[in-house]
């Protein structure tokens, strides 16, 4: 499918898996729509289901969007007080289209979670609670990480509310994606790769059939690491040989390093996921003539993520001189990451868009576009991790091998049956789409405009496609404890569950704004006296999470107490 039908197809509010090929351009898709959507007024959210991917989108990660936040599964406590958080549910309510980038990294767990609270928030039984859903990513490429069960070598996934599934967990098992029924958009244009036998030896890994010239071709580019050229990057499989590699290397130029820290402004948590997501380090160490890559694309194309180029010196303000491999003369200066919610900032992170680049891990390099790389597959352990690194770069010219073992050129066998279900559902899409008519396509595509909240005729209108409930600020609560009155009386007064009183506390108190005393004074006077009780079982349980300790007490005591008592422990 060509990239203009797919985005005819998102355009009508059809739910969509859009997939391809690594250069297939569904990235450019995706940011053509945002595009679209956000000119007619169509409030999207932009996820990804990782940091990295959600940092190259402009986005935050799906986990901190729903507010599942790393919960393995969802129990209706759980699901509760997610939907009574006000700014959790207020960004839901607002959100007409949900983008999800990633999404072969993303469980099936995770999406049922995500489904489940996008339902009970707005309360409506449709997938994902009506809002049209967008699945992005390649199911070739880095699987989910679940933990493998205790009984076999398959992991065995519990999916929200009590569904199992054995086997492979990936998104397309959950049933909501089974019940979101995206159309899918596979696209087929190439725009990365040009090298025709590159091309045929990546179709011949994605197809789980390497003939015996294509392992040759790919034998013949084995080389030891002292003839690899010095002046490209090298993907590893593990951590630990990146660091080495750079330190090694970077420790290797004479002269003092120059420091560049990190600034960082919003809530700790939300800043965490900003840096685990960015390739550019905390503390970038630099020196002259070191080896760095562009970590962000600029928004003057004078640099991509990806760009590889040497430090030539510094400024007297002390800003990296970079001349990349183009020859291009670029003074770097800090850029900024954020997690927005529309146009709140939650938290930012700045730093220079640079790393060192002697070496990067393939997890890191999903995304990137090399011209050329060294790569070491002789301990690949995953399945898509040779095909990943692969995919990084343009031709066969410009790869370089270090190792290359048996599991290197292996895709999953279920993700290659499912991948040919998915190219026939497309050529299906395709020809109904091609069949439709260009009236009948402006009145599908005018109906979900309307139906979003926006404006046919482009510009931002008041969103009136979905009713929205008003919701209530943490600072009414605020007032309401000032005045002396109790969880239970304020709930009364507000027509709100003690649930959500309790979770406006929770975060008055993490912002200073309520003392331990006032907290002591609200309580009940039966949670008061019980304290001691439920302190005791939360230091032998742990107070990470409240199920052991709730277990433990046998339900004597409500989640909501625990949730109270934890906050009061010395």
Request: with cysteine; net charge neutral.
């Amino acid at each position: 499918m060509k990239q203009s039908t797919a985005l005819k197809i998102l355009q009508t509010g059809a739910n969509v898996f859009l997939t391809g090929e690594p250069g297939s351009g569904k990235t450019y898709v995706v940011n053509a729509y945002v595009a679209w959507l956000r000119d007619k007024g169509i409030n999207v959210a932009i996820t990804a289901s990782t940091g990295i991917a959600a940092t190259h989108m402009g986005g935050m990660t799906i986990h901190a969007w729903s507010g599942i936040g790393i919960k393995k599964y969802l129990s209706s406590y759980d699901l509760d007080a997610i939907s009574s958080n006000e700014r959790i549910a207020k960004r839901v309510r607002a959100t007409r289209v949900l983008i999800i980038d990633e999404i072969s990294m993303l469980s099936a767990e995770t999406l049922t979670m995500v489904d489940a609270v996008c339902r009970d928030i707005l309360q409506k039984p449709e997938p994902f609670g009506g809002m049209q859903v967008v699945f992005v990513g390649d199911f070739f490429q880095l699987p989910p990480i679940v933990p493998r069960s205790l009984y076999g070598e398959e992991p065995v996934v519990r999916l929200g509310f009590g569904e199992e599934t054995e086997g492979a967990p990936f998104a397309f098992r959950s049933n909501a994606w089974i019940e979101a029924n995206p159309m899918m958009c596979y696209l087929s244009e190439q725009h990365r790769q040009d090298d025709a036998v590159f091309l045929r030896i990546l179709a011949q890994v994605r197809a789980g059939s390497v003939h015996h010239e294509t392992a040759s071709h790919l034998k013949a580019r084995v080389m030891r690491e002292g003839d690899a050229p010095k002046d490209l990057p090298r993907l590893f499989s593990h951590n630990v040989d990146v660091d080495r590699v750079n330190e090694d290397r970077l420790a290797g130029i004479t002269g003092d390093a120059k420091t560049y820290r990190m600034r960082t402004q919003g809530a700790p948590p939300l800043i965490a996921s900003l840096q685990r997501g960015c390739l550019s380090p905390q503390d970038l160490r630099l020196k002259k003539t070191a080896r760095v890559m562009f970590t962000k694309n600029n928004p003057d194309g004078s640099f991509v993520n990806g760009t590889l180029g040497e430090v030539e010196g510094f400024t007297n303000a002390g800003d990296p001189v970079v001349r990349t491999f183009d020859n291009e003369r670029i003074i770097v200066q800090p850029m900024d990451w954020m997690i927005a919610d529309g146009d709140r900032v939650l938290a930012l992170i700045s730093q220079l868009p640079l790393r060192l680049a002697w070496a990067v891990t393939i997890h890191k390099s999903q995304g990137m576009t090399l011209d050329a790389a060294v790569i070491d597959l002789a301990q690949a352990f995953e399945y898509g991790q040779g095909y990943v690194a692969l995919s990084r770069v343009r031709s066969l010219d410009g790869l370089y091998l270090l190792g290359l073992n048996e599991r290197a050129l292996e895709v999953h066998p279920e993700v290659i049956e499912q991948d040919q279900k998915f190219q026939a559902r497309s050529r299906e899409a395709r020809t109904a789409f091609e069949e439709m008519t260009d009236d009948d396509h402006k009145k599908i595509v005018r109906n979900f405009i309307v139906y979003a909240g926006g404006n046919p005729d482009g510009g931002v209108v008041a969103q009136t496609a979905r009713p929205t409930q008003k919701v209530s600020t943490k600072s009414q609560t605020a007032m309401l404890i000032k005045d002396g009155k109790t969880i239970s009386a304020i709930a009364r007064i507000r027509n709100l569950k003690e649930g959500t009183i309790i979770s406006h506390i929770l975060e008055l108190y993490g912002e200073g704004e309520i003392s331990r005393e006032v907290l002591e004074s609200i309580i009940s006077p039966s949670l008061k006296k019980a304290l001691p009780v439920i302190h005791n079982a939360l230091k032998k349980k742990g107070a990470e999470t409240l199920t052991p300790a709730f277990k433990y007490l046998k339900g004597k005591y409500s989640f909501d107490d625990l949730r109270l008592a934890r906050l009061l422990m010395s």
